[in-house]
């Protein structure tokens, strides 16, 4: 996709990385930079503190902790650590940090306090518009002519509901801001319709985030999500991912954060990857240098294949969380200069050794499984303790992300929602989800929820009738 000529910089052989960010994604990303050559230590902010409970119980095995609690208001800190600990890479997992302008702040304190380069993996705070305000996405991609659905914002609740009776076909209803990714509702009904509306606009059920909606035309198509690592000019496509937001098998049930994931998708081409690559990523990426706005980074694009060809459902920041769970199990090479060279502009200056795919055959094919808390995405509970983790990890092509945990009194016990991702690879998806089914029923805590049919739009599940 174009390489700048001229470059004569380099990228480093020894990295320090600092990963900021607690979830699932971030235990991924942690365990792949571990196996990076260039990689000789990473900090996090979600290992805990020797001796004290806390942090992500994944994440506390293998990275080491700060000497301060982390808080985004107090990023001075982050930049005094990054100084006296030679770190030379920042990876910020989460969107919200990057809404809010991590970014844009550490890169201004660290100017203040010369030293050694410092890469930080994630966009600035403008360019994180595409995830934390659809409404500004949306202008973005009208002005570029990237392929979207057709939307309006609204902002009260009466010309909202009056919009949503006079159209013949429902629309999806959307927060425009963050949302935890839960802030999507597809209703089935128009009465539906009006309750997700009200309870955004009038009942602030999502805070901020939706003090604006959007209603949105209703695409038709398989889903499939997308990942472009961006150095500002340069993009690599990564493998297409397939994304299960809904709570129970057969996609019934509310949306949530994200319930399994499998890659590569064989629902979308060759052809059709080509078609997102010039009319969607580049298209994106030249749209926001018109606006001076410079993307580094990881892009997700949420896609869906309509019969008219691909179009775009949502922008995110960041990897998609569990879709990254999956990709780390595929991206071989040296991930650790990967993700500088794109925080740096340098994806030209990478080799073939440093990135890579599993070319493994008996790992061609990644499935993960999310296992969730009872009651999850709603009230649930914490504390619950978790056994078989270990016993999970011992089937074959099985590794285990800790995204809810937390170790307390020396045990293994639940701290959020979305407890564990169980990660399997395979000759076949069918023979990864397999695997992580049977990992996963290894495992148990009180109220373990979980999906079995991970990937059945590429491997149709046994006793479970196809869906459209």
């Not at 429902?170 to 963050?178: R, T």
């Amino acid at each position: 996709m174009g390489k700048p000529k001229g470059n004569k910089r380099t990228l480093p052989d020894r990295i320090k990385a600092l990963v900021i960010g607690g979830g699932g994604r971030e235990h991924a990303l942690v365990w792949r930079l571990k196996r990076s050559k260039s990689v000789e230590a990473i900090y996090s902010t979600h290992a805990g503190k020797p001796g004290e409970p806390g942090g992500n119980a994944g994440i506390r095995s293998i990275a080491q902790p700060l000497d301060f609690d982390f808080d985004i208001k107090q990023a001075y800190r982050v930049t005094q650590f990054i100084r006296a600990n030679d770190i030379n890479l920042v990876v910020i997992g989460p969107e919200e940090p990057l809404a809010q302008g991590l970014v844009d702040t550490l890169e201004k304190l660290l100017k203040k306090d010369p030293g050694p380069e410092v890469a930080i993996f994630g966009p600035c705070a403008e360019a994180a518009q595409l995830e934390s305000d659809k409404a500004w996405a949306k202008q973005l991609m009208r002005s570029a002519a990237i392929p979207t659905g057709e939307a309006r914002v609204f902002t009260d609740e009466r010309g909202a509901i009056e919009f949503v009776r006079t159209r013949e076909e429902l629309p999806v209803v959307k927060a425009a801001g963050l949302a935890a990714g839960k802030g999507v509702v597809v209703p089935s009904s128009r009465s539906e319709a009006e309750t997700a509306i009200r309870e955004m606009l009038s009942e602030q059920k999502f805070g901020e985030a939706g003090r604006r909606v959007l209603l949105e035309e209703r695409l038709a198509g398989p889903e499939v999500s997308v990942f472009a690592l961006i150095d500002g000019q340069n993009a690599i496509l990564l493998e297409p991912c397939q994304d299960h937001k809904r709570l129970g098998e057969g996609d019934t049930g509310p949306n949530t954060g994200g319930m399994g994931a499998y890659c590569p998708t064989p629902v979308i081409s060759e052809s059709q990857l080509d078609i997102v690559a010039r009319d969607i990523v580049i298209a994106t990426l030249d749209a926001l240098k018109r606006e001076d706005i410079s993307y580094r980074g990881c892009l997700y694009v949420g896609l869906m294949l309509t019969p008219a060809g691909p179009k775009v459902i949502e922008f995110n920041v960041r990897f998609g969380d569990p879709e990254c769970q999956c990709l780390v199990r595929r991206i071989g090479g040296d991930f650790g200069r990967l993700l500088f060279a794109t925080a740096t502009g340098r994806l030209d200056l990478l080799t073939p050794s440093d990135f890579t795919l599993n070319e493994k055959p008996e790992e061609k094919f990644v499935c993960c499984v999310v296992l969730a808390s009872g009651g999850y995405p709603l009230n649930y509970q914490k504390g619950v303790p978790i056994e078989g983790v270990e016993d999970a990890e011992k089937v074959q092509g099985v590794t285990v992300f800790h995204a809810g945990t937390t170790r307390a009194d020396g045990e293994l016990k639940t701290n959020g929602g979305r407890v564990l991702t169980v990660v399997a690879t395979g000759s076949t998806i069918a023979e990864a989800r397999d695997r992580a089914n049977e990992a996963a029923e290894r495992i148990s805590f009180v109220g373990k929820t979980y999906r079995r049919d991970i990937a059945w739009q590429a491997a149709p599940v046994p006793g479970l009738a196809a869906r459209g």
